[in-house]
């Protein structure tokens, strides 16, 4: 696990093996959760140009059984974070859980998430090369373009397929512009550790 600092936040970056990440029946079950009417018709505030999104939807990525040895994975790095490891992991749970799926000139604006979540986990499902960069912003205003900051302000920080981000909900995060005529597809989770 690598912690990143930057500004007031430290981040957590880790890489899980291809057996897990490019099982056909995940991708294949992801494919078509934002293949949905539902998916197709959510326009999150936070994007500019075209995306998809379950974000807000009833049945969602952890519903799907071919996610549940990802789930796991992503619980045993976050549980390996010294902030969570003293926490009771049977109390686990996620509280929301989406997917994102962003097109070839897409980007996110300036976000946080809600403060009764613990921390969030972002997977980067598939990300084709010249794909956007998470943007950590110093200071950042919520539904603010990361463009608008200086450099100083802006830490970009490198995914690819198979990362793992986790970050305090507090963190203003944005999306820097995706480049690729592949669309980058990444997985949303926010929880919460209750105390031993």
């Keep these: 696990m690598e912690e990143i600092k930057c500004f007031d936040y430290t981040l957590y970056r880790s890489h899980c093996n291809e057996d897990l990440y490019k099982d056909p029946n995940l991708v294949s079950a992801i494919d078509t959760l934002l293949n949905t009417t539902y998916a197709n018709s959510t326009t999150p505030s936070e994007r500019i140009g075209e995306a998809v999104s379950t974000v807000g939807s009833d049945f969602n990525i952890l519903h799907l059984p071919e996610t549940h040895r990802l789930a796991e994975w992503i619980i045993s790095q976050i549980m390996s974070i010294d902030e969570f490891n003293s926490k009771n992991s049977n109390t686990f749970d996620f509280t929301r859980h989406w997917a994102n799926r962003i097109y070839k000139d897409c980007n996110g604006l300036c976000h946080t998430h ?40 802006r830490h970009h920080i490198d995914v690819e397929s198979g990362t793992l981000v986790i970050h305090k909900p507090n963190v203003p995060h944005a999306v820097s512009i995706h480049n690729s005529n592949e669309p980058r597809t990444c997985l949303i989770f926010e929880f919460t550790i209750a105390e031993e």
């Design 114 to 153: 809600p403060k009764n979540a613990d921390a969030v986990a972002i997977f980067y499902l598939d990300v084709p090369p010249n794909s956007s960069d998470l943007v950590v912003i110093n200071n950042g205003k919520e539904n603010s373009n990361y463009l608008d900051y200086d450099e100083k302000d």
